[in-house]
T-cell receptor
């Protein structure tokens, strides 16, 4: 199994508070992604990173920011959480940029966030 | 903007029956992926399809890709209860390294 760890796995917070989710990988993959999963919407891309300090927006980036200061860590921050950000958040990594890559995504276990 | 559509969204089928899940996408791409998700779990990779005409099979599941039609299919042969899960297709938008997912097909196989 790909070495991807998400923390925290569960979090309950109140509207207006900041929240940071962490994704840590041990595969040394260049590409990392944050998705949110909601019923009826499948997985929607929030932000992704293609290297240290290199990030870009996804489909639903409003209200989220990310940072990647090391290859192994990709942080997702909700500056001021809202109830609409209640969701399950998945981190994923890809082997793009590796010779003979497939581009396959490998997922973490998910972080369930509830904003009251 | 790339859009990925799956159908059906829900599928209830009897054990032993065959069925096909469809994944359509809106812009050019040569890379399509299928994932499985069990309730409350993460996603696991099923198939990687990297070229037009690619066909992959694993047990009772077979996936194919037609890039000209912008269509991938996931065919289920002689379904068994253990195949009950949600299945997602995902497309990599060519050259951007962004993956867009379909909304998923929730499959329930009845004994």
């Amino acid at each position: 199994d790909a070495g991807i760890t998400q923390s925290p796995r569960h979090k309950v917070t109140e509207t207006g508070t900041p929240v940071t989710l962490r994704c840590h990988q041990t595969e040394n993959h260049r590409y990392m992604y944050w998705y949110r999963q909601d019923p009826g919407h499948g997985l929607r891309l929030i932000h992704y990173s293609y290297g240290v300090k290199d990030t870009d927006k996804g489909e639903v980036s409003d209200g989220y920011s990310v940072s990647r200061s090391k290859t192994e860590d990709f942080l997702l921050t909700l500056e001021s959480a809202t109830s609409s950000q209640t969701s399950v958040y998945f981190c994923a990594i890809s082997d793009f940029a590796i010779a003979d890559h497939t581009g396959e995504l490998f997922f973490g276990e998910g972080s369930r966030l509830t904003v009251l | 903007e790339l859009k990925v559509e799956q159908n059906p969204l829900f599928l209830s089928m009897q054990e032993g029956k065959n069925y096909t899940i469809y994944c359509n996408y809106s812009t050019t791409s040569d890379r399509l992926y299928w994932y499985r998700q069990d309730p409350g779990k993460s996603l696991e990779s099923l198939f990687v399809l990297l070229s037009n005409g690619a066909v992959k099979q694993e047990g009772r599941l077979m996936a194919s890709l037609d890039t000209k039609a912008r269509l991938s299919t996931l065919h289920i042969t002689a379904a068994v209860h253990d195949l009950s899960a949600t299945y997602f297709c995902a497309v990599e938008t060519s050259g951007t390294y962004k993956y867009i997912f379909g909304t998923g097909t929730r499959l329930k196989v009845l004994a």
